[in-house]
């Protein structure tokens, strides 16, 4: 016997021996239920191969916006090099998804001021996945060279 959330036993209704059951309509067969207007599908227009459109191309639902692909960008980096992300240093639109600059602290010093500093690139996909990733310099603390990418 089956019992509900709290315990009890479920009963069943039994339908009597004698009566009949009235069979179901064939899918697609009869009259077509209405459904109401907010149930119904917005209709799209066919695309066709000689529309042209002009200017950039739409984008695309499942692309992330920029802040979304610079959060993944330094959580990603950070769990794949083990280190601590300082921050984003540059954000760009690739072709297929984003650039992100992320700044982390490659070697712990005392003092702190000597700490080596790293610069690591990201490659997102659309989603925010990572792709690829690369160290593009390294460097100790406040020694970056102001314009060197």
Known sequence: ??????????????????????PRPAEGAGERRRRSPDMEEPRRR??????????PEPRREKEIPAMAA???????ISQLTGREAQGIVSLEPATDGWLV????VEDHRIPSSSDMMAIYEAKLDE????MAYTRK????????DIGEG
């Open 46 to 55: 066919p695309r066709h191969d000689d529309d042209q459109r002009d200017g």
């Open 127 to 130: 989603q925010g996945d990572l």
């Open 1 to 22: 016997m089956q019992t509900d959330d709290e315990g009890f036993p479920v009963r069943r209704r039994r339908r009597p021996e004698n009566s009949e059951r009235r």
């Open 70 to 76: 610079a959060a993944a960008g330094v959580r990603q």
């Open 137 to 144: 310099r390294r460097y100790p603390r406040g020694k970056n």
């Open 101 to 104: 600059g992320v700044e982390v």
